[in-house]
T-cell receptor
Framework: ELKVEQNPLFLSMQEGKNYTIYCNYS?????LYWYRQDPGKSLESLFV?????AVKQEGRLMASLDTKARLSTLHITAAVHDLSATYFC?????????????FGQGTILTVHP | NAGVMQNPRHLVRRRGQEARLRCSPM?????VYWYRQLPEEGLKFMVY????????ESGMPKERFSAEFPKEGPSILRIQQVVRGDSAAYFC??????????????FGPGTRLLVL
């Protein structure tokens, strides 16, 4: 059974600081997604990482994928309050030809002054 | 292009009643996924449907839960004889016709079910 684990689960950051969220998964998969969820809202797609070594950046967020280590990272640069949200990574379950996603537990990020 | 639509957004039911959750995928999308999010947890896959077909229902509880995606109209997730443990947010996601693993799934706003 595919397991996806994120850490940390809770992250309190000061504005202007950098930090990294980690996402480990237990079986082979080379499709990984990062989503953002604001309280009481739906999930917003941030990144789709499709191959080993993939790196994508959008604003203050940068995501990378290492399929050999079964690890993805979401790096936050110079955090601002607007980034406060819950961040989920999700992996396509291996062995399917469709996008059945297994999610991590989520990382609750709070950015404070 | 309207996004994924779900209704109702909030649903309150008493134990033993039925809950019907509806999902209209994005225009041009023919693949629908349902996920459940229990409080303080991540999303868990429930079922994957294409038009008139259930492809994978491995995440659906064996009893009381059913899903359909008819040729016309929205996808429906039906929960019979609801219990308090069914209280959760239910999200629908859709993806384009190729439906493969590389396609991003777009999520609806969710239906928050509360069972009293």
């Amino acid at each position: 059974e595919l397991k996806v684990e994120q850490n940390p689960l809770f992250l309190s950051m000061q504005e202007g600081k950098n930090y990294t969220i980690y996402c480990n998964y237990s079986t082979t998969s080379d499709r990984l997604y990062w989503y953002r969820q604001d309280p009481g809202k739906s999930l917003e797609s941030l990144f789709v990482l499709l191959s080993n070594g993939a790196v994508k950046q959008e604003g203050r967020l940068m995501a990378s994928l290492d399929t050999k280590a079964r690890l993805s990272t979401l790096h936050i640069t110079a955090a601002v309050h607007d980034l406060s949200a819950t961040y989920f990574c999700a992996v396509v379950t291996g062995g399917t030809s469709y996008g059945k996603l297994t999610f991590g537990q989520g990382t609750i990020l709070t950015v404070h002054p | 292009n309207a996004g994924v639509m779900q209704n109702p957004r909030h649903l309150v039911r008493r134990r033993g009643q039925e809950a019907r959750l509806r999902c209209s995928p994005m225009k041009g999308h023919s693949h629908v996924y349902w996920y459940r999010q229990l409080p303080e947890e991540g999303l868990k896959f429930m079922v994957y449907l294409q038009k008139e077909n259930i492809i994978d229902e491995s995440g659906m509880p064996k009893e009381r839960f059913s899903a359909e995606f008819p040729k016309e109209g929205p996808s429906i997730l039906r929960i019979q004889q609801v219990v308090r443990g069914d209280s959760a947010a239910y999200f629908c996601a859709s993806s384009p016709p190729s439906g493969g693993t590389t396609e991003t799934q777009y999520f609806g706003p969710g239906t928050r079910l509360l069972v009293l």
